[in-house]
């Protein structure tokens, strides 16, 4: 018999919920109730600059409302840095991670200078300057107080990778392709860790075992797969579900002003009719599993 699934809404705390977020939120839901699994609620707050306590009593506020119960306490990533000092630890113990000091203007200058900017699902593919510096200057730096992030070297870390990574495919039906992201950060000079590490990290030890979340975040999936198999977690399976759009056709999102479930209710609508424009209005890109 399958395992019941266990599901999880990761909302960062950076802005009230609106409804692209409910999407997401009802699909992981939905898909642990109906299959008495259980839906887990994750704070990712490691970002200090953006995050505000204020917006993750909102997301308490707005799913309550919604009547999307969760299980068990609520992990706030910001309570959990240890643990991700401890995975980076792993990690530069396997000689897959060098510190890097550029910021970004070292990276445009090192970039314009060779001319062509190939770049990733997270941006400019870093050209991989710190790679090459030798250990003594590192050392040197470091001992200095120069800040510095943490990148994996994503070279090598596919060289330790397992072979049958390359080959396998997510719900979206794509290869899996980590080498798009670069030499991507794994700690970063402000917060002494990344997205990508957390949520790989949390959805590993919060024994997740399907990820529903926007397709803009499917080619992440690919990277979180390498990192999976680097450190021998258990891999969830991925939903990716499209982007609720406004009535203008553009996606709906905080910068642009997207109505937020507090302001839908502040108008005097009902959660059921949330939920209904919640589940109805995006269709699945892929069915959950697939
Ligand atoms: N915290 C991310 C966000 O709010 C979502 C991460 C995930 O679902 O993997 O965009």
Redesign the pocket.
């Given at each position: 018999m399958a395992a019941t699934p266990v599901t999880?809404?990761?909302?960062?705390p950076?802005g009230r919920l609106h409804l692209g977020?409910a999407h997401?939120a009802l699909l992981a839901w939905e898909a642990a109730r109906r299959a008495g699994g259980r839906f887990l609620l994750r704070i990712?707050d490691i970002d200090p600059l953006r995050c505000r306590p204020e917006y993750t009593a909102g997301i308490l506020e707005d799913l309550a409302w919604l009547g999307l119960d969760w299980d068990g306490p609520v992990r706030r990533q910001s309570e959990h840095m240890a643990e991700y000092r401890a995975v980076l630890d792993r990690l530069a113990g396997m000689g897959l991670l060098y510190p890097c000091f550029c910021t970004r203007a070292d990276i445009a200058r090192e970039v314009a200078a060779i001319g062509h900017a190939p770049h990733g699902p997270d941006g400019l593919l870093y050209p991989g300057t710190c790679r090459r510096l030798p250990a003594r200057e590192r050392e040197a730096r470091i001992a200095s107080g120069q800040p510095y992030a943490l990148r994996l070297d994503m070279a090598a870390a596919l060289a330790h990778a397992p072979r049958w990574l390359s080959r396998i495919e997510h719900g979206t039906r794509r290869r899996c392709d980590p080498a798009q992201f670069g030499d991507v950060v794994l700690a970063r000079k402000d917060t002494p860790a990344s997205?990508h590490l957390c949520?790989t990290h949390d959805?590993a030890v919060q024994g997740v075992t399907l990820?529903t979340?926007?397709e803009d975040?499917a080619p992440?999936a690919e990277l979180h797969r390498l990192l999976q198999a680097l450190l021998g977690w258990r891999a969830p399976r991925y939903c990716h579900h499209g982007l609720l759009l406004g009535t203008d056709g553009k996606r709906l999102s905080k910068r642009d002003g997207a109505p937020t479930l507090a302001a839908l209710r502040e108008a005097g609508i009902s959660a059921r009719e949330v939920r209904d424009r919640a589940r109805g209005s995006a269709p699945l890109a892929t069915p959950p599993g697939g």
């Open positions: 999880r809404f990761a909302p960062s950076t977020h997401s990712e997205y949520v959805d990820v979340r926007a975040l992440a």
